[in-house]
């Protein structure tokens, strides 16, 4: 077993030893839902304040409306009465460190892991790759607020969003711990 297995199973048998919120409705308790990133450094429960069964949080690559995080907001509204969301990315963010054709070209050489220097994003060169990575839209990011928005429009135009669902637009500045609004969020979200 490796060492990280270890360490969350030990985590999960304290965690379930003083467990006692197995009554938790399945509908969040406050009626919200938030996209964020995945990213490590980002923690939704300690920058909105959430405590289980809250709310809703919907974590991908750069926090993006793919048509999977939009899949789990109408759900989150259609069967479990969520009524706001939250278009959340972050400062720093790995999504704006390449673009499309360079996580193309890396899958396409190779599976391994890659790495970044001062030159950019390098492939060990240990193959196979596979041509698969060139039918995915990766999503990145070339500039934080342009996407905040581009979400938070592509989310209200969606035809199963309903009109009366705000959705709103930060940036987590993961310097501060600060939620900024993105400028332009309010009026393409209400």
Request: contains cysteine; proline residues 5%; aromatic residues 8%.
């Amino acid at each position: 077993m490796s060492n990280i297995l270890n360490e969350v199973l030990s985590a999960n048998r304290d965690y379930a030893a003083s467990f006692d919120k197995g009554d938790l409705p399945m509908p969040p308790g406050r009626h919200f839902a938030i996209l964020t990133c995945m990213d490590a450094r980002l923690d939704p429960a300690k920058y909105a304040g959430l405590s289980e069964g809250d709310a809703h949080v919907i974590r991908n690559a750069g926090g993006r409306a793919s048509d999977d995080a939009i899949r789990s907001l109408v759900i989150s509204y259609k069967l479990l009465g969520t009524r706001e969301w939250f278009v959340v990315h972050h400062t720093d963010c790995g999504m704006e460190t390449f673009t499309d054709d360079i996580m193309r070209d890396l899958l396409g050489s190779s599976l391994k892991t890659a790495s970044v220097d001062e030159t950019g994003w390098h492939d060990c060169c240990e193959g196979p790759g596979s041509a698969e990575g060139k039918y995915i839209d990766w999503l990145t990011i070339k500039d934080q607020a342009q996407s905040v928005l581009e979400d938070v429009v592509r989310i209200k135009s969606h035809p199963l969003v309903p009109s009366d669902i705000p959705v709103y637009g930060y940036i987590y500045d993961v310097k501060s711990g600060r939620l900024i609004e993105v400028p332009a969020a309010p009026a393409a979200g209400k």
